[in-house]
């Protein structure tokens, strides 16, 4: 449970604001904003089970190192 509420506040954290919140660390900012911004960014204020659902929907174009981040996390 916790390993999943962990993986679920990384994608909260692809804006700037969110860092501030102190939602994710800075490693999983640097492994997966980029695809949050590039691929989710319409619906990066809904939620993180919407960024989720989204970078699922999208792991064929996503960086291998968030394919990766996500696989450690069992996603």
């Given at each position: 449970m916790l390993k999943?509420?962990?993986?679920?506040s990384l994608f909260a954290i692809?804006?700037?604001?969110?860092?501030?919140?102190?939602?994710?660390?800075?490693e999983q900012q640097k492994v997966c904003g980029g695809d949050v911004s590039k691929y989710c960014r319409s619906v990066m204020q809904e939620g993180d089970f919407v960024i989720l659902a989204c970078l699922q929907q999208t792991r064929p174009k996503i960086s291998k190192s968030c394919d990766a981040m996500l696989k450690s996390h069992g996603q």
């Open positions: 999943t509420f962990a993986l679920l692809a804006s700037t604001s969110a860092f501030a919140q102190g939602r994710g660390t800075p």
